[in-house]
């Protein structure tokens, strides 16, 4: 395999002409390709085909390259586990006093990635792309099992991490459902029992004035909850609402039910699921909600702001 990565000159020229707030305004322009807490992934204008996820987080040359290996690592567990994960190359570099990460990937078809495909397919073959998925994150909480206290991986299992290896949106699922995994920006991953990503890197994007309330309200329950099976599947099953097709849900619990029971954990019902989704929603929403103040603080008093967030975000 060739490499994919853009040269680190074209990055810094796309930089300097970046404009975070309309991307698709920049000397360079870019699309949105989807929206992350941290990151964005972009698709860069002269080169389509390609998703370039940008991490804008970094204050050192050092921390940049220790997500850099923390990421490679990460992917190579996964792939150990069993998981098909996209091909993924990373690039830093320094700009404005910060150091940037760039990761990035072939990009997939918008209607092969899990939360598009769902619209598309019957109910039927959504339940075997489901089945699919949490048969793949099973892999992961097997593998962490075996290697329990050595070696384990966080996985975040939601059906917009996934695309569907050749899928024809005319013809459906085909008689086998095979995945490809490609969330890889967050590598949570346990050496010897101890988390090896700094949970501080994330509160970078987040406004100063809240960084004390999410260190001591959801930092511990999120730097936990991707390696709980039941929770992944619960945010897998929650993540209907957020995509619009809570319809689908009773359709799908049935299936990863079976897969939880097996695992010799308590069945998820709809109501659980349903709260989970609602907390969660107000968590997100509220977070962005406060990042948009914090945006215009960092206009008003003539700071530049780095990261690219969403509007409008309909959950
Ligand atoms: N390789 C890719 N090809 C096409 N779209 C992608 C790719 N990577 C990410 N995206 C889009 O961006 C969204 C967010 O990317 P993801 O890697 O899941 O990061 P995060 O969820 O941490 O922000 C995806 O759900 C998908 O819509
Ligand atoms: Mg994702």
Redesign the pocket.
């Known amino acids: 395999m060739g490499s994919i990565a853009l040269p680190v000159e074209f990055l810094k020229e796309f930089e300097a002409g970046l404009n975070p707030r309309f991307p698709e305004r920049s000397a360079i322009p870019a699309r ?10 972009l ?1 860069i204008a002269g080169h389509d085909g390609l ?1 370039c ?1 940008r991490f804008p987080m970094f204050y050192s040359e050092e921390e940049a390259i220790n997500y850099q290996a923390l990421h490679d690592a990460y992917i190579k567990i996964l792939r150990e586990a069993g998981l098909n994960v ?1 091909q ?1 190359e990373t690039v830093r570099l320094e700009h404005g006093g910060r150091w940037i990460v760039y ?1 990035f ?6 209607e ?5 495909a769902i619209h598309i397919l019957a109910p039927g073959e959504t339940r075997r792309l489901v089945a699919q998925v949490v048969a793949e994150l099973r892999k992961i909480f097997t593998f962490n099992r075996l290697h329990r206290g050595e070696r384990e991986v966080g996985i ?1 299992g ?1 059906i ?2 996934w ?1 569907i290896v050749g899928f024809d949106a005319r013809s459906g699922l085909g008689p086998e459902v095979k995945l490809v995994y ?5 590598p949570l991953m346990r050496l010897g029992g101890r988390e090896q990503l700094d949970p501080e890197l994330f509160l970078r994007s987040a406004p100063s004035f809240l960084v004390w309330l999410i260190r001591w309200l959801f930092l511990p329950d999120v730097m936990t909850r991707y390696y709980d099976f039941r929770q992944v599947a619960m945010d897998l099953l929650a993540n209907f609402y957020k995509e619009q097709r809570p319809d689908l849900i009773p359709v799908v619990l049935e299936v990863v039910n079976e897969m939880i029971v097996e695992e010799g954990l308590r069945p998820l019902s709809l109501e659980e699921v349903r709260g989970y989704y609602r907390q969660d929603a107000w968590i997100w929403r509220t977070y962005l909600a406060f990042r948009k103040v914090d945006r215009a603080l960092h206009h008003i008093t003539g700071r530049p702001y780095p990261y690219i967030l969403p509007g409008v975000i309909k959950r």
Do not use: C, M, W
């Open positions: 949105v390709l989807g929206y992350g807490e941290i990151g964005t992934t698709e998703a996820k996209a993924s990761i990937q072939e990009k997939f078809p918008a092969s990635i899990g939360h598009r975040d939601q917009s991490n695309a490609f969330d890889t920006s967050t």
